[in-house]
């Protein structure tokens, strides 16, 4: 095996030490030792401990996250696209891809995880069937670790608001803004993308996160949610904070207006 670019190792260091997993020496911090205790991608486990320890909404984010690690549950047949694309939207949510996927499997359990009910609706079962497999053993691991498992009722006004801003906890690095011509680009990395044709949002939200980086004949995110910008410095403000290595530009000026507004 080839080591990795001593460029990509840093970036993977910097990754850690924005999410608080290792400390400005190098050293593991008692939230990255929790972290390495999950079978999880780093940006995934930090969001899973935040629902315990800030946002109480483990339950759902149990699911964001099972969801998260198993293939894409929506089937689509060429020669039934239409149905497909219908039985799909009763699941989607405004806000984003991450709440359409706690839409479907709240569903699917409340059908008893029903595999005629997943032909019909045009999704695939042993995906749906080994996220609450996983879901299921990171219970036992948040148990272990002594998590709360409470979650606020869904009556509660932040409810969504908490769900949101507990993705972004994790996903603050890969955030993007949307420009005037319509297209999008990612902060701090400047790369210009476009939202993936199989997003359930059917408008252009000026701020989002994603969870993939897909590149084909164009450069797409996929699975987005949209945000607020305010968030950005509530949940990380050492990334956003607007000194030097900030790049000048839109994305900067805007972030600087809401500085000043909060």
Request: aromatic content about 10%; proline content about 5%; overall charge negative.
């Amino acid at each position: 095996m080839d080591p990795p670019a001593p460029e990509t190792l840093m970036r993977a260091l910097e990754q850690l030490n924005y999410l608080g997993a290792l400390n400005d020496e190098g050293n593991m911090t008692s939230l990255g030792k929790r972290m390495s205790q999950m079978p999880l991608d780093p940006l995934l486990a930090k969001l899973l401990i935040s629902s315990s320890d800030t946002y109480r909404c483990v339950n759902e984010m149990l699911t964001i996250v099972a969801m998260l690690n198993v293939p894409n549950v929506f089937i689509r047949p060429r020669d039934s696209a239409e149905a497909a694309d219908r039985e799909k939207s009763k699941f989607a949510h405004h806000d984003g891809d991450h709440l359409t996927l706690l839409n479907v499997f709240n569903t699917f359990k409340a059908k008893d995880m029903n595999t005629d009910w997943c032909w019909s609706s045009f999704l695939n079962f042993r995906a749906l069937k080994s996220a609450n497999d996983i879901r299921e053993q990171l219970i036992k691991i948040m148990v272990t670790q002594k998590c709360s498992l409470e979650s606020s009722p869904t009556t509660h006004p932040d409810y969504y608001t908490n769900i949101k801003k507990c993705i972004l906890s994790g996903f603050f690095m890969q955030t993007a803004l949307m420009q005037r011509a319509g297209h999008y680009l990612t902060l701090k990395d400047d790369q210009t993308v476009v939202m993936h044709p199989s997003s359930v949002i059917d408008h252009k939200p000026e701020w989002v996160l994603y969870n993939d980086f897909v590149l084909t004949s164009r450069n797409f995110i996929r699975t987005v949610l949209e945000i607020h910008p305010e968030w950005l410095f509530e949940v990380a403000p050492e990334y956003f904070a607007l000194d030097d290595d900030f790049k000048q530009g839109e994305a900067r000026r805007k972030l600087e207006r809401v500085l000043q507004r909060i």
